[in-house]
């Protein structure tokens, strides 16, 4: 079965990076690479703690290796956060990893930081992934990992919806 990785802030702080490095150093995990973020599909047949292990062992940098079935993200990526209404210029859709299973929120949808001036809503969560939307306001931008990871006392990363049908893509058989 197929894992979707996930590396929690390779992005920020300088950091030396190269993704497709990694895919090169580590080919018995068959990696696939999608974009500079650290966002990979591992299409051999290690498990979680395997793939976090080498991966880890591999970066030059302490990160949070996320892993989750791919199965789970492409169940996520079936129900639209925004339920097919169009969205508002600047909205984007995201899922959030979390490192763990999320507990059930009170109620959805979860407005943040308030229903007016909303910035990020969690529509729904399934295990270890919460989805939603997200815009911004002003000069600075509320990121939804920030929210769930306050809400639910858990470390979590977010990729923006595209993201994970690009990972998912390569995931299908190749004709």
Known sequence: MASVVLLRGVNVGGKTFRPTELVKRLAHLKLASVGAAGTFLARGSAGAE??????????????????????????????????????????????????????????????????????????????????????RIGERILYPNTVVEKQFSVRSTTRWWETFEAVLALAKPQD
């Open 50 to 135: 395997e793939i976090r292990r080498a991966i880890g062992a591999e970066l030059p940098f302490d990160a949070d290796v996320i892993v989750v079935p791919a199965t789970s993200i492409d169940r996520a990526l079936r129900v639209d956060p925004l339920e097919g209404k169009a969205a508002e210029a600047g909205v984007r859709r995201f899922l959030t990893v979390a490192a763990s299973r999320l507990p059930k929120p009170p109620q959805l949808p979860l407005l943040f930081p308030e229903k007016t001036k909303w910035e990020v809503v969690v529509t729904a969560i399934d295990g270890p992934v919460a989805a939603g939307y997200s815009r």
